[in-house]
């Protein structure tokens, strides 16, 4: 688990501000409601920060925690 959490702080703390901060709030919020924190609409959302989140941490070798 303290893996788990130290992998995730190393992929977050290499993501420009915007990626970041969606994926800090997706470790609480579901994405309808990150979508809504970050002002964009949730197909915007999908395409804008979660596909590219979901491709950074697999490339991260993370594609195991990724839902």
Do not use: C, N, S, W
Request: proline residues 4%; without cysteine.
């Amino acid at each position: 688990r303290e893996h788990l959490r130290l992998d995730i702080e190393t992929v977050l703390a290499g993501l420009p501000p915007d990626l970041r901060r969606a994926a800090e709030l997706l470790q609480t919020l579901p994405t309808a409601q990150v979508a809504r924190e970050m002002g964009v609409a949730r197909a915007t959302f999908y395409h804008k920060y979660l596909k590219r989140l979901r491709a950074l941490f697999a490339a991260k070798g993370m594609r195991d925690y990724l839902r």
